[in-house]
């Protein structure tokens, strides 16, 4: 029986027939424990073979094991918590963010499948968004599947999330991986080739959706944060032009005016004087 390291509380996230997912914490980061109860012994041992592997674009696994919940065994597994996976999103994914999302995916596939492994589970649901990273669900991984299989659950998530903007090198990956012959589908290193031979043309994201991504998102897929299902920050308005006036040359100053000179003062008219003759 194995005793859970991380902090309390946990809160439900989600309550299957058979497993239950709880949000919680661990070393002050977000975390999921998934504990189920279907076949126990199998699942613990999966778990423990996942939590072995190392890959940017894997979920990382912090521990798993054994444990007991009402007095029924279940096996349990600790896990980095994503912001968001691609089952939430809203609309159909733009050309540019399925190639943000399909690159990354196939890299921790090519992974998965050269250590031995497969993924088991690709579909959106485990196509998840860690700030401006896309992680792929470890809890999935098992050596029990084909890894062609895992090309065809990329295909179909292809298909579900772009919807109407599957175009170009993106539709033609998604039609061969899912192939109906196996030996048809493309390796994850094919599948990511196919895009440099012929880029997407670029799609305008849609002002008026909740997004990552941007991608990637990212991105989620969100400077390239993926939130593809949060609403876009308003663009910042821009700071008022402040109109900083030229310095206009200034006239010459007016010299200082001379006070008016005093009229001079009226010479008065020379008096005549009558001189009388003298009388003899």
């Not at 109860?37 to 894997?58: E, V």
């Not at 109906?180 to 589908?185: C, H, I, T």
Request: glycine fraction near 6%; proline fraction near 11%.
């Amino acid at each position: 029986t194995g005793v859970l390291t991380c902090a309390l509380p946990i809160s439900l996230m989600h309550d299957g027939p058979a497993a239950q997912v709880y949000a919680t914490q661990r070393d002050g980061s977000p975390a999921v424990v998934k504990v189920s109860r279907l076949n126990p012994q199998t699942l613990a041992a999966r778990w423990h073979d996942a939590s072995t592997l190392s890959h940017p674009h894997l979920i990382r696994i912090f521990e798993s094991g054994l444990c007991e919940l009402n007095g029924t065994a279940h096996a349990y597994v600790l896990m980095e918590r994503a912001d968001e996976d691609l089952s939430h999103v809203d609309r159909a994914l733009t050309a540019d963010e399925g190639v943000e999302i399909l690159k990354p995916t196939c890299e921790a596939l090519s992974y998965l499948h050269t250590h031995g492994f497969a993924h088991g589970g690709v579909k959106p649901s485990n196509i998840m968004a860690f700030g401006s990273t896309v992680k792929l669900a470890s809890d999935t991984v098992t050596h029990a599947v084909e890894p062609t299989e895992d090309m065809r659950g990329l295909g179909s998530s292809l298909e579900a999330v772009l919807r109407e903007n599957l175009t170009g090198q993106l539709r033609e990956v998604a039609r061969r991986c899912g192939s109906q012959d196996p030996r048809q589908r493309p390796t994850p290193e094919q599948a990511v080739a196919m895009l440099s031979s012929a880029p997407a043309v670029a799609q305008p994201k849609p002002a008026s959706s909740r997004v990552i991504l941007g991608v990637v998102a990212a991105g989620a897929l969100v400077g390239g944060v993926i939130l593809w299902n949060r609403t876009p920050a308003a663009a910042p308005t821009p700071a008022p032009q402040v109109a900083v006036a030229q310095p206009q040359p200034q006239p010459p100053a007016d010299p200082k005016p001379e006070p008016p000179k005093p009229e001079p003062a009226p010479k008065e008219p020379a008096k005549q004087v009558e001189i009388g003759r003298a009388h003899v």
